[in-house]
């Protein structure tokens, strides 16, 4: 009985692949059967249900608004002019918590509506804080408050220049490229003084710029850059692996050094060098001048060159408002004359490099407004414009051929820039 059922079965598959197997070659032949035929009658359009905005949200079966926060308008009458229910806008202010502050909301801020195309009852807004961040504030079956951020574009160009004066005065006149003005300096901080360049100094280099929504944001990374300053040409290639991330020079060596250059942002001239046997102008005697002063105005912030912790934030006799920094065991610096001390520089604190920590002033003995700078190193005065100071951390020797690949990458780039045109005309058009 087993035997009979078995061989009806194997007939009845061997059936079944024998018709299967006419079918397909019926249907690879040169006749194709009508049902398979395609034409105007037997084609069904798919119709979309789905269109997503630049939010991410299907835009299909709404309406979208726009608009801009006007002058004393707050989170509250926005949502009040649209007709949600002062309920609705408790609750979405309770929600809000944590996320978003209703006092924060300014003037021209844009802002996006969504609403039911069919009886234009909204649902949602965006509120924009800037041309990247926003908070979406939704309403109707749940109440939900979160942020979004929009996404960046980024675009790799060139630049170059030669420096006629100095690069922040060629600079400053021109809002949209102090941030290229300030990466460079950032990066070269550490070797070059940009406070005190030379006519012919020159640069060239690869950065991202950054778009939202297909229009200019701002400045990404840069990506390799070259200062020749004095005769002397100095390099920076970015570099991010597992084990090290920062610039590092052809060498491989960290180009950001222990302490900055100088204690400002922007540039201020220097009235008074280093001089051992200086005339002093107030005792009307030589006395050494272990330090440097810069001319600044009143009020201008004072930077601490480097990580390190205050010892001393006190008014000093002669050396008047005196806040003194030690960075390590080797470094410390000093700096005279504040107007003031910044918030919560007292003794003990830490403070990061590039930190505000008081202001130009005139007190003490002086005869006019200017920061005294000093470093000591090992105890002893140095003179701040010639002091070399020691590279930061190389790289990585496991990452060495990595970043080797990337620098070589890079240079290759560099040779491709072209010629040099001054500063402001480069950058402007950047």
Same mark, same amino acid.
């Given at each position: ?13 061997t059936s ?7 079918l397909v ?6 006749? #194709?059967?009508?049902e ?5 009658d ?6 979309? +249900? ?22 004393n308008?707050?989170? !509250?009458?926005?949502?009040r +002019?649209m007709?949600?229910?002062?309920q609705?806008i408790?609750?979405?202010n309770? %929600? ?5 502050q ?11 509506v969504y609403?039911?195309?069919?009886d ?14 926003y ?8 109440i ?17 220049g030669?420096i006629?004066?100095s ?14 003005a ?17 006519p012919?100094?020159?640069? %060239?280099?690869?950065?991202e ?7 200019p ?9 070259q ?8 390099d920076?290639? !970015?570099?991010e ?6 610039f590092y020079?052809?060498?491989?060596n ?5 302490l ?8 201020q ?8 046997n200086? =005339?002093?102008p ?13 001319a600044?105005p ?13 010892t001393?934030?006190?008014?000093r ?10 960075h390590?065991?080797t !470094?410390t ?7 003031g =001390?910044?918030?919560?520089?007292t003794p003990?604190?830490?403070? &990061? ?5 008081g202001?130009v002033? &005139? #007190? ?14 090992n105890g ?5 414009? #010639?002091?070399?100071?020691?590279p ?16 070589n990458r890079? %240079? ?16 402007? %058009?950047?």
């Open positions: 009985m087993v035997n009979i059922r078995s061989k009806l079965g194997i007939g009845i598959i079944l692949l024998v018709i299967t197997l006419a070659l019926n249907l690879t032949s040169d006749e #194709t059967p009508p398979f035929k395609i034409s105007a037997n084609v069904v359009e798919i119709k979309e +249900d789905v269109q997503l905005d630049s939010y991410g949200y299907n835009i299909l079966n709404a309406k979208v608004e726009e608009g801009r926060v006007k002058r308008e707050s989170l !509250y009458l926005i949502l +002019d007709d949600v229910s002062p609705v408790y609750e979405i309770k %929600k809000a918590k944590g996320v978003f209703s006092n924060r909301v300014r003037p021209g801020q844009r802002y996006i609403k039911n195309s069919k234009s009852q909204p649902y949602r807004l965006i509120l924009h804080k800037d041309a990247l961040d908070v979406i504030f939704e309403w109707g079956n749940d939900k408050v979160k942020t979004g951020q929009k996404e960046i574009e980024k675009k790799i160009l060139k630049a170059s030669v006629n004066s690069l922040y005065e060629s600079l400053v006149a021109q809002e949209r490229n102090i941030l290229i300030n990466r460079l300096s950032e990066i070269f901080a550490w070797q070059i003084d940009f406070f005190r360049l030379y012919g100094d020159n640069y %060239k280099l690869i950065y710029k950054q778009f939202v929504d297909g229009k944001y701002g400045i990404g990374e840069i990506l390799a850059a200062f020749e300053h004095n005769g002397r040409i100095y920076a290639y !970015y570099f692996g597992e084990k090290s991330i920062g020079d052809s060498e491989g960290g180009v950001q050094k222990a900055l250059k100088a204690p400002f942002k922007f540039s001239r220097v009235s008074s060098a280093f001089n051992r200086r =005339f002093h107030v005792l009307k005697r030589r006395l050494p001048h272990t330090g440097v002063d810069y600044a009143i009020g201008t912030p004072v930077l601490s060159v480097g990580d390190g912790q205050v001393e934030a006190q008014y006799g002669a050396n008047g408002n005196i806040v003194k920094i030690r390590n065991g !470094y610096t000093a700096y005279l004359h504040l107007n =001390f910044a918030k919560g520089i003990g604190t830490r403070v &990061r490099q590039g930190e505000v920590i202001y002033g &005139r #007190t003490g003995r002086v005869t006019g407004v200017h920061l005294h700078y000093m470093i000591y190193k002893k005065p140095v003179n701040p414009l #010639t002091l070399d100071l020691p930061s951390k190389a790289i990585d020797e496991s990452e060495r051929s990595e970043f080797e690949d990337v620098m890079l %240079k290759e780039q560099m040779k491709e820039i072209k010629g040099q045109e001054k500063v402001a005309s480069v950058l402007s %058009k950047n």
